[in-house]
């Protein structure tokens, strides 16, 4: 994946290197792989667990169908901090691409998540493989949803989590 620029955000792909600095928990060489200062809380367990669902043998055999379209959302304002990532969950063999967002908690509620979702789902959508992207989310997260229905999504399915119930899937086709 390219970088891509959005009028306030820079995305930068996350790379092998990256993954594997950020896996051993190495800050340092994480933020000068990416040219960035991650947030004080960043990388953590939960984090690596919800953005790096493949094991990192996995990741290394195949980093391009596994880190297609993931990056990391740094402001254009100085200086270089990423707050937050969009996710895809490797490139899909169906043609349904399904994309994961988050920004960091200080960072909410400014519309950064809809404008780096946005543009990774216009990416997205120039393969021609893509046909469509999912995205799920719980129906008491209402900052997903708002991001969601911002990008012109539509409820397409409910499925059930282990844990925490409905999980509503969401589609926006080309």
Same mark, same amino acid.
């Given at each position: 994946m $390219?970088?891509?620029?959005? $009028?306030? *955000?820079?995305?930068? $792909?996350?790379? *092998?290197?990256?993954?594997?600095a #950020?896996?051993?928990h190495?800050r340092q060489?994480?933020?000068?792989?990416? &040219?960035a /200062?991650?947030?004080?809380?960043?990388p953590?367990?939960d984090? @690596?667990? /919800?953005?790096f $669902?493949?094991?990192?043998?996995a990741? /290394?055999?195949d980093?391009d169908k596994r880190l297609?379209?993931d990056?990391l959302i !740094?402001?254009l304002?100085?200086?270089? /901090? @990423? @707050?937050g990532?969009v #996710?895809f969950? +490797?490139?899909? =063999?169906?043609g !349904?691409?399904e !994309? &994961?967002y988050g920004?960091e908690? +200080? %960072?909410?509620?400014? +519309?950064?998540?809809t404008?780096a979702?946005?543009a990774?789902?216009?990416?997205?959508?120039?393969?021609?493989a @893509?046909?469509?992207?999912q995205?799920?989310?719980?129906?008491?997260?209402?900052? %997903?949803?708002?991001?969601i229905?911002? *990008? &012109?999504?539509?409820h397409v399915?409910t499925?059930?989590?282990d844990? *925490? +119930? =409905?999980?509503? #899937?969401?589609e926006?086709?080309?």
């Amino acid at each position: 994946m $390219p970088a891509l620029v959005t $009028p306030r *955000l820079r995305l930068v $792909p996350m790379t *092998l290197p990256a993954v594997e600095a #950020v896996l051993r928990h190495d800050r340092q060489a994480a933020e000068h792989l990416v &040219g960035a /200062r991650f947030p004080d809380a960043w990388p953590n367990d939960d984090l @690596i667990a /919800r953005a790096f $669902p493949y094991s990192l043998d996995a990741i /290394r055999a195949d980093p391009d169908k596994r880190l297609w379209g993931d990056s990391l959302i !740094i402001p254009l304002a100085d200086p270089p /901090r @990423i @707050i937050g990532s969009v #996710v895809f969950h +490797g490139f899909p =063999d169906d043609g !349904i691409a399904e !994309i &994961g967002y988050g920004i960091e908690d +200080g %960072s909410r509620h400014l +519309g950064y998540a809809t404008e780096a979702t946005r543009a990774c789902v216009d990416w997205a959508f120039s393969h021609e493989a @893509i046909t469509a992207v999912q995205a799920t989310t719980f129906p008491w997260h209402h900052d %997903s949803l708002g991001v969601i229905r911002n *990008l &012109g999504m539509t409820h397409v399915a409910t499925r059930q989590h282990d844990l *925490l +119930g =409905d999980l509503l #899937v969401f589609e926006r086709k080309r």
